[in-house]
Nanobody
Framework: QVQLLESGPGLVKPSQTLSLTCTVSGASIITTNYYYWSWIRQSPGKGLEWVGCIDYAGSTDYSPSLKSRTSISRDTSKNQFTLQLSSLTPEDTAVYYC????????WGQGTQVTVSS
């Protein structure tokens, strides 16, 4: 059973950089190569928005609308992958989820991030 757990700050200020970490158990992020390890968010009143992903080899892909501000990396020794989102605005306020396997895959519980001064 794959389990994912997000961690990071709940409140960040505009223009700052958000850093969220997903800790994975039950699977290895470097040997589990069938799906991607993803970040997905949901803003208030909106649907799910894919932010980006990293695969077992460390290759990344990002949403075109967020690409210039997004970086996803990993710490293989801790079986974690991390999202960094820079130049934050209030529009980045959302619940952020880490995911493996898409909509029908495995999800973290989600972490609320509020961008406010």
């Amino acid at each position: 059973q794959v389990q994912l757990l997000e961690s990071g700050p709940g409140l960040v200020k505009p223009s700052q950089t958000l850093s969220l970490t997903c800790t994975v158990s039950g699977a290895s992020i470097i040997t589990t190569n069938y799906y991607y390890w993803s970040w997905i968010r949901q803003s208030p009143g909106k649907g799910l928005e894919w932010v980006g992903c990293i695969d077992y080899a460390g290759s990344t892909d990002y949403s075109p609308s967020l690409k210039s501000r997004t970086s996803i990396s990993r710490d293989t020794s801790k079986n974690q992958f991390t999202l960094q989102l820079s130049s934050l605005t209030p529009e980045d306020t959302a619940v952020y989820y880490c995911n493996y396997g898409g909509l029908r895959g495995y999800w973290g519980q989600g972490t609320q991030v509020t961008v406010s001064s």
